[in-house]
């Protein structure tokens, strides 16, 4: 009998943890169901910039990296041989592609050298979803380390930002502010290595401005050229931003 209620009591105890682990599952995956839906599918856009009289011809590719394998990898093989080039090491593949399911990325790709010229990933988050700056590791001191996580859904970390050839940025910067605008962000976030002050004016010329919210971060694992740990700025950019600044 001692054998039978406890049996009972411990079945009726793992029913409610896997009733539980289903409708959290339910609940993720109807999001990404919704997500699917949510974000455009695949397009290709052709589009020239002209350069001392002559037309350069490029290919614009917005996508979903979780429908578009082979694409994606070639934009990824891309990303880690960047920042390997820049120095950077500890980019890992496994560790990125958990946010390519609320994820579209856009590529563009030089058509006289075939060479990707820039990408950049747009990740949503959603109530079960993080965004991959919610991952990092706030550095309020040394001794103590703590996760950021936002209150706020519905807003997009704009991440894996890479470009060579600075006359594509406006194209790219227009292109994402028309996706940001056509799934109604109010706030949009970036990080960038905060020694780096290339990048540091570029957001800020394209209308970020330091947030506020969350002090510099770190990720786990990710060094710069001097095998230490980078440290991050976070920034931010507004829906009355980008619409005025890119879309008008």
Not at 151 to 175: A, C, G, T
Not at 200 to 224: H, M, Q, R, T
Not at 226 to 243: A, C, G, K
Request: net charge neutral; hydrophobic share 35%.
């Amino acid at each position: 009998m001692v054998f039978s209620d406890s049996l009972g009591s411990t079945s009726t105890f793992f029913s409610k943890i896997t009733s539980e682990r289903i409708h959290e599952s339910a609940v993720f995956y109807e999001e990404l169901v919704d997500l699917f839906d949510f974000f455009p599918g695949m397009s290709i856009e052709p589009f020239t910039i002209t350069k001392a009289g002559i037309d350069i011809p490029y290919l614009c590719h917005v996508f979903k990296p979780s429908a578009s394998l082979r694409h994606t990898l070639v934009v990824k093989d891309f990303l880690e041989k960047s920042y390997s080039k820049a120095g950077y090491s500890g980019f890992s593949f496994r560790y990125d592609t958990q946010y390519d399911l609320h994820s579209i990325c856009i590529s563009i790709t030089n058509q006289i050298n075939q060479k990707i010229s820039a990408v950049l990933r747009c990740t949503l988050k959603t109530k079960s979803l993080s965004i991959p700056f919610e991952d990092g590791m706030v550095l309020w001191s040394v001794d103590n380390l703590s996760m950021n996580k936002l209150s706020q859904e519905h807003v997009v970390d704009i991440n894996s930002f890479i470009y060579s050839e600075p006359r594509v940025l406006e194209y790219l910067f227009r292109k994402t502010a028309k996706i940001l605008n056509d799934l109604s962000i109010s706030r949009a976030f970036c990080l960038y290595d905060s020694s780096s002050k290339r990048y540091g004016d570029l957001y800020l010329n394209a209308g970020f401005v330091k947030c506020k919210e969350c002090p510099p971060i770190s990720f786990s694992g990710f060094l710069d050229k001097n095998n230490q740990p980078v440290i991050w700025q976070l920034m931010e950019l507004t829906r009355e931003t980008y619409t005025q600044q890119w879309l008008s």
